[in-house]
């Protein structure tokens, strides 16, 4: 079929397919492949933003074809590194949807305050935002130094990122409307030290965050906690992966704890939807029923 | 495949010129999944600035029974809430609701992205992310129709509507690629022609209406491509 198209548009789209049948067949070979040489599952991911991170993909590492990347990855680890990253990586902000953290404040904080000690996994956290948001609501609120925070993800070298508390200073000047609408007592510059380009949250926001690797698709359940925060993860993937994942937090989750998801994510899909109740809907925080 | 709730209820939305008080009850409630379907056609648009106004206009023209699935992306602010929805559903005859993650598609009603992701189409319900803004857009017009043309193929009709930049061309002149129609607002009747424009230089579509005729278009070309509606 014919189309006119501004030059422009044919040059700047990713990778312009030729057929999509044929694409299909190569991404489940890229998927299938990735699988059995690598063992990194990425089969169940949800699969509209999964074809468009392999499209890209495919464009960054020049390799003109699905078909193209898997054989790259599959003769170059170094290339499948950058794969794994380029599917799985989520930048988010600081204090996304201060709502959710204001609703957190006023109804998850009261509770919290009731145990003498506090363990809160932050699932998928990426390259930390979260967790750090995080951490300062807790020691703004007095209660940081009773709480661990297990952030974990599948990606080593974003954990890596997400350890060293440095992020580009440009994202956090956008981040400090969000983090005064969350109901920040201080000034967000308060909480870290920056030169020209960076800034890194100071150390000892640090102090009570294990940084660990745990792949969603693939790991068993490794403690149980009183929160459990998983926000726009499981958007990526579809939903038999997502009723696994919800329960895997069901069986991380204790009697009274909380489950918080994204702003636009729902539980109603989870097999266990019915042992959970809303503390605050539109912020999707669940508590587990007693 | 999508599975079935145990009870099929009817999904919270906002009924068409529904009350404030009863907007504000409904919200706050958690909705029930609906059971879902496989509709036959699909229909995807766009718009930003003048598009709130232009859509409303659009979907007062449309018949209760539409039958298919109408999704759309407006540009909107980060932190912006449910005012919108109530906007978009004062005049409209079908009811009107904000996309959760893996929400089936259904027929005569119409779903709106919610702010700060984009929306995806997947085969039989939506997907959302959170990738990074496509050309400074999240929600992007682009991957609303690009993935639409992925899913459905010939059975999409697209619909651009007036608009500051020229998100949804890319995602047009696809849609068009793919076999599906692409019905653009017509520029001089629109408030920001900039949107429009862009689409028809993208896919030179034919379709170009202002928006008391679009509706009409509209309703002749979904007979058209999908005359039974599946079950």
């Known amino acids: 079929m014919t189309t006119h ?36 599952d990425f089969r169940h991911y949800a699969p509209a933003s999964l074809k468009r991170r392999v499209l890209k993909l495919v464009e960054d590492e020049g390799a003109r074809t699905i078909s193209g990347l898997l054989s790259n990855a599959l003769h170059n680890p170094e290339c499948f590194e950058r794969v794994v990253l380029g599917l799985t990586v989520n930048v988010t902000s600081m204090f996304r949807d ?24 932050v699932a998928g956290c990426a390259s930390g935002e979260e967790v750090y948001s995080l951490a300062i609501l807790l020691e703004e609120e007095k209660l940081y130094d009773r709480c661990r925070i297990y952030a974990t993800d599948l990606n080593e070298i974003v954990l890596a990122q997400a350890k060293s508390g440095v992020f580009p200073l440009a994202a956090m000047r956008e981040h400090t409307e969000n983090y005064l609408r969350s109901g920040g007592l201080r000034a967000f510059s308060d909480y870290y030290s920056a030169d020209a380009t960076s800034a890194a949250f100071h150390s000892r926001l640090r102090n009570q965050i ?37 329960g895997l937090f069901h069986e991380s989750i204790g009697r009274l704890g909380y489950l918080c998801l994204g702003k636009s994510e729902s539980l109603l899909f989870s097999p266990h939807a019915n042992e959970y109740e809303a503390i605050a809907a539109s912020e999707r925080i669940y508590r587990r029923k007693p | 495949m ?84 109530r906007v978009i559903g004062r005049q409209s005859s079908l009811p009107v609701e904000e996309v959760t993650d893996k929400l089936p598609l259904q027929s005569g009603r119409v779903f709106v992205a919610p702010a700060d992701y984009h929306l995806l189409i997947e085969e039989g319900h939506f997907a959302l992310s959170v990738d990074p803004p496509v050309r400074w857009s999240r929600p992007s017009i682009d991957l609303l129709f690009e993935s639409a043309a992925d899913a459905y193929g010939p059975n999409v009709i697209g619909i651009v509507l007036s608009g500051a930049n020229d998100d949804g061309a890319r995602g047009a002149a696809r849609i068009s690629q793919c076999g599906g129609r692409i019905a653009i607002q017509d520029p001089s009747t629109a408030e920001c022609p900039i949107m429009p424009r862009a689409a028809l230089a993208a896919t030179q579509s034919s379709h170009v209406h202002p928006l008391d005729q679009l509706g009409v278009w509209l309703a002749q070309e979904l007979i058209r491509v999908n005359p039974t509606p599946q079950p």
């Open chain 1, 5 to 40: 198209m501004l030059p422009e548009i044919l040059e700047n789209s990713p990778s312009v397919s030729i057929d999509p049948k044929v694409e299909t067949v190569e991404l489940h070979l890229l998927l299938e492949g990735l699988y059995q040489y690598y063992g990194m």
């Open chain 1, 98 to 121: 201060p709502d959710f953290y204001q609703a957190f404040r006023e109804h998850v904080v009261p509770i919290l305050r009731t145990y003498p000690s506090i363990r809160l996994w």
């Open chain 1, 210 to 246: 294990v940084f660990a690797r745990h792949n969603l698709v693939s790991d068993a359940s490794f403690n149980e906690f009183h929160v459990v925060l998983c926000r726009n993860v499981m958007i990526y993937f579809d939903q038999s992966l997502q009723q696994r994942v919800f």
């Open chain 2, 2 to 85: 999508n599975r079935r709730p145990k009870k099929a209820r009817n999904s919270v939305s906002i009924p068409a010129s529904a009350s404030s008080r009863a907007l504000d009850s409904i919200l706050a409630e958690e909705r029930t999944w609906p059971s879902s379907e496989c509709p036959g056609a699909i229909v995807v648009a766009g718009g930003s600035r003048g598009g709130v106004a232009a859509l409303q206009q659009l979907l007062s023209s449309l018949p209760p029974d539409f039958p298919a699935p109408f999704a759309v992306v407006l540009h909107r602010d980060r932190t912006s809430d449910h005012v919108l929805l």
